[in-house]
């Protein structure tokens, strides 16, 4: 599948999500139906590595339609970037992992949850996992997680790993029940002393120094980015895209919205017009930074060049900065909806609470991104960190 089909079939998509929207954030989850309709149109292996029938294109086309997505339903595109950037990082374990997960069906989905909360262990063969992972977003629409933790080293240093997981080996506990992206059905991950051979974990060391042992079967440019800046703009690209939405909205309502005080058309109001400039300003510039970071680090990748760390804290920081700009705009457009826009049946409301649900993950903290960023490029010793404390 190419970038314009791929576009092409978001795109069909959209108006049906939009319309089950409000049952999808109801259900807590992504309806059966949407998941399958997602599934069908090969949406969720858009970075899936093509000898496995995935589609291989890059993260930029990937990320468009996410956002493309989420101006109907920021929960479904929330999930389709989260499950679907899974397969970009199983094509990164073992050559033995990929095939346990996709060797008897190459369709098969992983959610994660990232958090080292769990206990880990090493033994004979692998490692024992028990405990609790929480935030595992789409859980229930798949067959395999993908669960963080720290294991150590001979020398007794910690090895921060990913360690992948069949649906056999834990439960999903239902505690989903949130004010924002409410959808998502990011449950909980129960596990009770599974046994995770040594091929199927990803050492982060490995993802920091771009030395991931899948690039011997997946040599691909997609497959020499770095895992952070991968990780964090599928997490900015539904706050771009919801932000859009919450633009489309707020123009469609104030075209026709009258004020309660005087009865003049809204639409006429300076400083409404001033406000929906403003916010169409800060959402645009969020989006052409994602496009330029994927496009230089794409072609660094084709060519063989080394992406520098600065660069990459750089895009962390711009990651995290373009969520706190959407929810910035999507502030002062609800800010500007008048009463009405508090009723539930204003689908903008939804858009301010997910919006803020965004920002509050760990990884869309723009403090901490800036100031990874901000030593680097101040050449503070030691600003880089080590590959378990910086994740860039």
Not at 104 to 109: F, G, H, I, R, T
Not at 129 to 145: I, M, T
Not at 295 to 317: K, N, S
Not at 357 to 373: D, Q
């Amino acid at each position: 599948m190419k970038r314009d089909e791929y576009l092409d079939r978001v795109r069909s998509l959209v108006p049906i999500v939009r319309e089950r929207a409000a049952a999808t954030e109801a259900g807590r989850r992504v309806g059966d139906d949407s998941a399958r309709e997602l599934g069908e149109a090969g949406l969720f292996r858009t970075l899936q590595p093509s000898r496995w029938g995935g589609s291989e294109l890059d993260p930029q086309t990937f990320y468009e339609g996410v956002m493309e997505l989420a101006g109907a339903c920021a929960s479904t595109a929330w999930a389709l970037g989260v499950i679907g950037v899974h397969d970009w990082q199983l094509a990164q374990f073992p050559e033995e992992a990929q095939q346990d997960v996709w060797g008897k069906d190459a369709s098969a989905l992983a959610s994660s949850s990232y958090a080292p909360t769990g206990k880990v262990e090493r033994v004979l063969g692998g490692h024992r996992l028990s405990g609790r992972w929480s935030f595992s977003s789409g859980c229930d629409l798949c067959d395999w997680v993908i669960l963080g933790g720290v294991t150590t080293n001979d020398d007794g240093s910690p090895d921060l790993r990913s360690f992948l997981l069949p649906r056999r080996d834990y439960r999903i506990d239902d505690t989903w029940h949130v004010a924002g992206l409410a959808g998502t059905g990011s449950k909980d991950i129960v596990v009770d002393g599974a046994l995770v051979p040594e091929h199927r974990t990803h050492r982060f060391l490995d993802a920091y120094r771009l030395a991931n042992p899948g690039q011997r079967t997946n040599p691909g440019p997609l497959y020499r980015l770095p895992f952070a800046s991968v990780f964090a703009w599928v997490l900015a690209a539904p706050a771009i895209g919801a932000a859009r939405g919450a633009l489309e909205l707020y123009a469609a309502q104030s075209r026709k919205r009258l004020s309660a005080y005087d009865g003049a058309r809204v639409a006429e109001d300076p400083f409404q017009q001033t406000r929906l400039a403003e916010a169409a300003a800060r959402v645009e510039a969020a989006r052409a930074r994602l496009v330029a970071t994927f496009d230089e680090m794409m072609a660094c990748a084709r060519d063989g060049r080394e992406i520098p760390l600065l660069r990459r804290a750089r895009a962390r920081w711009d990651a995290a900065n373009a969520v706190a700009t959407c929810v910035d705009a999507g502030d002062r457009l609800f800010e500007a909806s008048g009463g009405r826009a508090i009723f539930l049946d204003n689908p903008i409301q939804r858009v301010f609470r997910d919006l803020h649900a965004m920002r509050a993950h760990a990884l869309n903290s723009p403090e901490k991104a800036a100031r990874i960023y901000a030593r680097m490029e101040l050449g503070i010793e030691g600003a880089a960190g080590s590959p378990t404390d910086l994740f860039i």
